[in-house]
Every structure is written in C-alpha cells, then in structure tokens.
T-cell receptor, first 116, second 115 residues
Framework: SAVISQKPSRDICQRGTSLTIQCQVD?????MFWYRQQPGQSLTLIAT?????????ESGFVIDKFPISRPNLTFSTLTVSNMSPEDSSIYLC?????????????FGSGTRLTVV | KQEVTQIPAALSVPEGENLVLNCSFT??????LQWFRQDPGKGLTSLLL?????REQTSGRLNASLDKSSGRSTLYIAASQPGDSATYLC??????????????FGTGTRLTIIP
C-alpha cells in the first residue's frame, strides 16, 4: 500500500508568515489531494494537484492563499500564506490507492498548524 | 451536492460491548464508501472500503455494510476495546471512476470505550 510521509507534523507560526507543508509518496500517483480540518470539524478538500498542471481549487479556496506545487509524481507541497489565527487547522494530504484496493485513499499523518 | 451525516456525534460505551456507528448520504450515486479512524491530532487510518456493488466488508472485529439505495452505511464494532477510542469518519466518493475522485466526508463520531 502507498505510504505518505508528511512534514512538519506540527508547527506554531506567527500571523502574517507562511508555512510550506510537504508530502512525499513512496510510489508514483497521478493525483494528490490536500485537505483542511478545522478544530472540531470534518475534512474539507482544498485542492487537487496533478503533476504538470495547475492545481484545481475547491470553492472558497484560492491559489494566492494556498499555492500548491507538484513537481513530480511522488511529491507535492502546500503553502499556507499570510497566515491568520483562522488558519489554525490540521492539514492533510491524500492519494488514491493503497487501502487494500486501488480505489481507496491513503492519508498522510497530518500537519497541526497553530497561528498565534 | 453530496452531504454526509454521521450519527451519533459522540458515543461512550463500556469495554466489551458491541456497537454500531451510522453514516447517511444524500446522493445514492456513489462509487464507493470508505471508513476511517482518526486519533486526536493525527491523520486518518483506513478501516474498510466498500464498493457501490457490495453490501458489506469485514476486517477482524469490524464490519461495514452499505445500502446504497437508502443512502446508508453502518460500521459495526464487536467486543469493543479501549484502543478503539477514536473519531470514526465515513467518506463517499462520487458516482464514476474517472472525473469524480473527490471524497465527501461525514461529520464524524467520537467514540470512547470505558475500561
């Protein structure tokens, strides 16, 4: 099954700064997904990242705030820009495949972000 | 727009009891449904995946059922243990293999097993 290495696992950041989160997958995957989980809430999809093209953002999320890179089929980064306390969340990356079935999804261990 | 709801939001049961977690979805045209567990502040661990053509899947003490026509899935946990304490999330994927790979997550059930 796919194994995702996500880092950092947590960070505390000052408002107005930016944080880049990295996800490395141990196999080549077409699409990678970035989610946000606000405190006490479920997961919300931020964007889908395909290698070689711009990411596709969900309603309410914009590239200027959450720029994404996908330089190859095993790696992606999500940057949270110009952070405010409202950005305090767990951020997770995900890929399709590896849950005992090619159609299941596997998730990284998450990045717990606190903005002060 | 697909909406996924999980009831109850929180559940506490004594160790050793069997329990059922519920997941309902508004659009029955799904491709598959996946159950995850999430420990506090952590990522998601996949538990079971049910394809739209399947009725149930089993893994150890876990059994997940799917009734697509009524928009419901249940996760049955037998002989609960304190280590089962976590938040359980269900997620549905849209109705075709290509072009609809997004997951829609439920609101989660926070389970506490009392020793």
């Amino acid at each position: 099954s796919a194994v995702i290495s996500q880092k950092p696992s947590r960070d505390i950041c000052q408002r107005g700064t930016s944080l880049t989160i990295q996800c490395q997958v141990d196999s080549q995957v077409t699409m990678m997904f970035w989610y946000r989980q606000q405190p006490g809430q479920s997961l919300t999809l931020i964007a889908t990242a395909n290698q070689g093209s711009e990411a596709t953002y969900e309603s309410g999320f914009v590239i200027d705030k959450f720029p994404i890179s996908r330089p190859n089929l095993t790696f992606s980064t999500l940057t949270v820009s110009n952070m405010s306390p409202e950005d305090s969340s767990i951020y997770l990356c995900s890929v399709q495949g590896g849950a005992g079935d090619l159609d299941g999804y596997t998730f990284g261990s998450g990045t717990r972000l606190t903005v002060v | 727009k697909q909406e996924v709801t999980q009831i109850p939001a929180a559940l506490s049961v004594p160790e050793g009891e069997n329990l059922v977690l519920n997941c309902s979805f508004t659009d029955s045209a799904i491709y598959n449904l996946q159950w995850f567990r999430q420990d506090p502040g952590k990522g998601l661990t996949s538990l079971l995946l049910i394809q739209s053509s399947q009725r149930e899947q089993t893994s150890g003490r876990l059994n997940a059922s799917l009734d697509k026509s009524s928009g419901r899935s249940t996760l049955y946990i037998a002989a609960s243990q304190p280590g089962d304490s976590a938040t359980y999330l269900c997620a549905v994927r849209g109705g075709s293999n290509f072009g609809n790979e997004k997951l829609t997550f439920g609101t989660g059930t926070r389970l506490t097993i009392i020793p």
